[in-house]
Structures are given as C-alpha cells and as structure tokens.
C-alpha cells in the first residue's frame, strides 16, 4: 500500500511559478512510476507529466512541455512538478499518482495505468 500527499498548490499569476512535491510513504517507492495528472473544473482528468521508477527518463504532455519538470528523490520518497510561465489554463487540481512498474521504458500516462493517487492540490492561475 503507497499513500501519497501532494503540497505546493497555490494562487499564482501568469507567468509565475510553483513547485508541487508528492511525498509517499512506504519502503518500495523506488519501484514506482510516478505520474502527474490534473483535473480543471468542467473537464476530464488528463495526464501532465510522467517518471521513471529511478528518474532516467520522463515523459510530458505536450500542453507543458518546455515549461513543467518532474522530477523525483528516491531517498526522500519524494515527486516534484516544477512548473514555469504558467497559464490560466493550468488552473486544475493536481494528483500525483504512482504505477507499479519498473524500468527506464515504464511511463505510463493513462489513468488507469495507475495504483494509487493522491487527494490532490489546487494550483489556480490569475491572468
């Protein structure tokens, strides 16, 4: 079992920036892909960015690529978000999420993909 608290959420201008982390609990986090997904009012849950189990590799989703950096700590059981020049339209609940599977080739980015999520943080944008 892997439970996962996201923190970092906030009101941010355009343009600005903001730093979510994911802690988990649990000794096995290194066996873990790691996900961001977020959710905007109205709208569907769709994915953001996604990690390798020892962060060799990452993959993004194209509405942020060049702009959002995940990244992750493995002796701190940690995920981060590091996200730049945001938008309004980033404006969106953020969960973490963590898939049982390992390898540089695991990185899923669908939903269901995944085992375990998080309750979520709120990042809002202002224009």
């Known amino acids: 079992q892997v439970q996962l608290v996201e923190s970092g959420g906030g009101l941010v201008q355009a343009g600005g920036s903001l730093r979510l982390s994911c802690a988990a609990s649990?000794?096995?986090?290194?066996?873990?892909?790691m996900g961001w997904f977020r959710q905007a009012p109205g709208k569907e849950r769709e994915f953001v960015a996604a990690?390798?189990?020892?962060?060799?590799?990452?993959v993004y989703a194209d509405s942020v690529k060049g702009r959002f950096t995940i990244s992750r700590d493995n002796a701190k059981n940690t995920v981060y978000l590091q996200m730049n020049s945001l938008k309004p339209e980033d404006t969106a609940v953020y969960y973490c999420?963590?898939?049982?599977?390992?390898?540089?080739?695991?990185?899923?980015?669908?939903?269901?993909?995944?085992?375990?999520w998080g309750q979520g943080t709120q990042v809002t944008v202002s224009s």
């Open positions: 649990g000794r096995t986090f290194s066996s873990y892909a």
């Open positions: 990690i390798s189990w020892r962060g060799g590799s990452t």
């Open positions: 999420a963590a898939a049982r599977c390992s390898g540089y080739g695991c990185l899923p980015w669908r939903g269901y993909e995944y085992d375990y």
